[in-house]
């Protein structure tokens, strides 16, 4: 299915974005026909500024992009709904989300707000960015055997906490588990969605 320009005058469609893991809404933007062509060609959105009057790729000057996931059109087919990873705050305000109220933010360091899906954009980002000085980073540049290797040396100690560790201990092995699991993920080139697709078709 492809989404139809030319039901409206201006050649212009609404574009949601949703964030990929989270599914929490991003933000709304605009799309022509060269905007989507350009969006499903780079895996980037584009969007086409209507204050501009040019195309505008969401992150050029901030470097928060947009990285597609998956693109989904509406049954009308004049509604396009984007899954995609951010690189940091959507919002010009600096904010996750243009609909948060502010109350509440992915990147505040809370304890009460962090979740698994945070870690594992925070282990994309850092990966997809190259952050020099990352554990992560330096992790993921000794190749694929050293990765899988501490998620196994990780799952022995969580094993050995289990059995005969304190409690303490076993959910601090069980978190550095989880960690290293999800850099090993991202290193086959996956990601917690396709663990929950399999689960899914297990279950059906």
Not at 27 to 51: C, H, I
């Amino acid at each position: 299915m492809t989404p139809k320009f030319n039901k409206n005058n201006d050649n212009l469609l609404p574009v949601i974005i949703q964030d990929a893991t989270s599914k929490e809404v991003l933000m709304l933007g605009y799309m022509n026909q060269e905007a989507f062509e350009k969006t499903q060609a780079e895996n980037r959105v584009t969007f086409y500024s209507r204050s501009k009057q040019r195309l505008w790729t969401k992150g050029e000057s901030s470097h928060n992009f947009l990285d597609v996931v998956a693109i989904k059109i509406d049954c009308d087919q004049d509604t396009i709904l984007i899954k995609a990873n951010a690189h940091g705050p959507t919002c010009h305000t600096g904010k996750v989300s243009c609909f948060d109220d502010g109350d509440e933010s992915r990147f505040r360091e809370s304890e009460n707000n962090f979740t698994i899906n945070d870690l594992e954009k925070t282990i994309h980002q850092r990966i997809d960015d190259q952050v020099e000085g990352s554990y992560t980073y330096s992790l993921i540049q000794k190749g694929i055997n050293k990765v899988a290797q501490k998620v196994g040396e990780e799952a022995v100690e969580t094993v050995i906490d289990a059995i005969n560790g304190r409690e303490e201990d076993f959910i601090y092995e069980a978190g550095d588990l989880m960690y290293h699991y999800l850099v090993l993920l991202k290193a086959k080139g996956y990601s917690l969605s396709d663990i929950e697709k399999e689960l899914a078709k297990r279950h059906q």
